[in-house]
């Protein structure tokens, strides 16, 4: 699936030069080809189509683009939460994350805004001109249609949680849009229009799994259990009402794992969660594709820094680590913390694959790709085409069981949801009947930070439940006041949204105020 995206996206970027280039050269050409491009002549065949859905996808990347020096965009959602720090401090903007002094200029929130806008605009360009496209097979025009829903809708529900109140755009814009320079719309709204994108989404006919990195069914109604999960508490703090869509569209997904379990399940050992070989399959509902050849994985700053685990020898940014608390933090004998078998390394093999040494410190191991930077005995491809997760089946697992406790209590169902990811990591869980409603709420709020950490997720929890995990006690309190361990800096209220950039809030009037605080 990677190598047929990248070439439909070699096709999308040759019609946007056709496309942009023609004016500049009309002058020059006497006679134009009837086979190019334009913009009435694109959108008219299915290839069109698949090439530009191709090209949605692949601007999901920007999260791992660059952001300065030893840092990428995807820091952002990891520096806030307190459980990760650094060893380098090279990145000033980087650095006011970690230290919560981060405002309209900070590179990582200037290029979230852009990255997340592209996205929108390439999938709304999908959703108005698809339709028109005859003939084309009915199946293939809906599920292309959904795809780019989904896809929308999910970067309206990642911005609508950073900002708030943000443009809600719908059609393609020009310079002559009556748009063009939108004002903001109440959160509300948004969360409207993507609640209705993953409906329809839903409704689209797609396979519940998509080996080849499409989203499928399975990835849709998590995410849509995931928003009214978000809905429920949060800024809306819709209450009962939406915890029951929650779990009941969480548990369609358990439901259908439960008939087709090669198809949905939990991996059996952590190490699959970063595995070539398993990508897009069993665990994984939906990832961001990567391929070496185009755009390698770009999880890469978790490295140590200047620590020989690679093929390349010493090296590494180390600018993203464990907050030593956090770490800690994991019950005894959690297999997750176990060396090189978990989510974390405290050794690993020199220049990847030679003499075993110790780090002095853990590391993340979630997205460390030994097939490309070697393995005991085993040197590395050096060709980092691990995908980034962004829904696993284990967070369908947590959301069921947070919104059904809420519904109604810890009940069996729920239970046994909570319990399958604590039996993976080897731990005992309390008999059902121990559990009050309270206990078993921040019980699973537990397994949600110690299950999905350094997955861009414990963030938006952070913001939904307005809660912190307090590394130390071991115990949740209030987000206002919590201190933020990477840098011994308490968070305030102002830091449950982002500030807007501030060069979209020069050139657009419309946009109103900075947000409250910044």
């Not at 999960?229 to 009402?241: C, F």
């Not at 050794?347 to 590391?363: C, I, Q």
């Not at 191991?365 to 997760?389: C, D, E, I, Y």
Request: proline share 5%.
């Amino acid at each position: 699936m990677k190598k047929q995206l990248i070439s439909k996206i070699y096709k999308i970027a040759l019609v946007g030069v056709l496309l942009f280039g023609q004016s500049a050269c009309s002058d020059f050409l006497t006679e134009k080809a009837p086979s190019n491009l334009t913009p009435s002549s694109f959108y008219t065949i299915p290839d069109h189509a698949e090439a530009a859905i191709a090209s949605v996808y692949a601007d999901l990347r920007f999260m791992g683009g660059g952001a300065g020096i030893f840092s990428s965009n995807w820091q952002l959602l990891e520096a806030l939460t307190g459980t990760s720090t650094t060893e380098t401090a090279q990145n000033s903007d980087l650095n006011n994350l970690y230290g919560l002094v981060h405002d309209g200029y900070t590179v990582h929130i200037v290029n979230y805004w852009g990255g997340l806008y592209k996205v929108i605009a390439q999938a709304n360009q999908v959703i108005e001109k698809v339709p028109a496209i005859t003939p084309m097979d009915a199946k293939q025009k809906s599920k292309i249609l959904g795809e780019a829903r989904f896809l929308r809708a999910s970067a309206y529900f990642t911005a609508v949680r950073l900002w708030g109140d943000i443009p809600l755009i719908t059609k393609p814009q020009t310079a002559s849009s009556e748009d063009f320079l939108p004002a903001r719309a109440p959160a509300e709204s948004v969360y409207k229009l993507i609640v209705e994108d993953l409906i329809a989404a839903e409704a689209a006919g797609l396979d519940w799994m998509d080996s080849r990195g499409r989203v499928g069914t399975a990835a849709i109604k998590a995410q849509l259990a995931e928003v009214y999960l978000t809905m429920a508490g949060g800024t809306l703090n819709k209450g009962a009402s939406h915890y029951k869509l929650a779990a009941d569209k969480a548990f369609e997904v358990i439901t259908y794992a439960n008939s087709n379990p090669t198809s949905v399940n939990l991996f059996n050992t952590y190490y699959d969660i970063h595995r070539e070989s398993t990508e897009n399959k069993l665990e994984h509902l939906f990832m961001i594709q990567y391929n070496n050849s185009v755009a390698g994985n770009p999880m890469e700053n978790f490295y140590p820094n200047f620590k020989p685990v690679t093929f390349s020898g010493p090296g590494g940014t180390g600018s993203s680590v464990p907050t030593p608390a956090f770490y800690k933090s994991y019950e005894e004998g959690d297999l997750r913390t176990k060396d090189q078998e978990g989510y974390f390394y405290t050794s690993y093999y020199t220049n990847g694959s030679g003499a075993p040494f110790s780090l002095g410190a853990p590391y993340v191991f979630k997205h460390f790709n030994q097939t490309s930077a070697g393995t005991s005995g085993a040197p590395g491809t050096r060709n980092n085409n691990l995908n980034v997760p962004q829904i696993r089946y284990a967070q369908v697992l947590l959301t069921y069981a947070e919104a059904q406790n809420e519904v109604g209590g810890p009940t069996q169902a729920a239970y046994d949801a909570f319990k399958r990811i604590r039996d993976r990591a080897k731990l005992t869980t309390p008999a059902l009947g121990t559990y009050t409603a309270a206990s078993f709420r921040t019980a699973v709020w537990k397994e949600r930070w110690h299950e999905l950490c350094y997955e861009q997720i414990t963030w938006f929890d952070m913001v939904r439940l307005k809660k912190a995990f307090n590394q130390n006690t071991k115990t949740f309190e209030e987000f206002v006041g919590h201190t933020n361990l990477s840098s011994n800096q308490k968070l305030q209220a102002k830091h449950l949204l982002l500030p807007l950039p501030t060069a979209e809030l020069l050139n657009n009037p419309k946009l109103g105020k900075q947000n409250t605080g910044y």
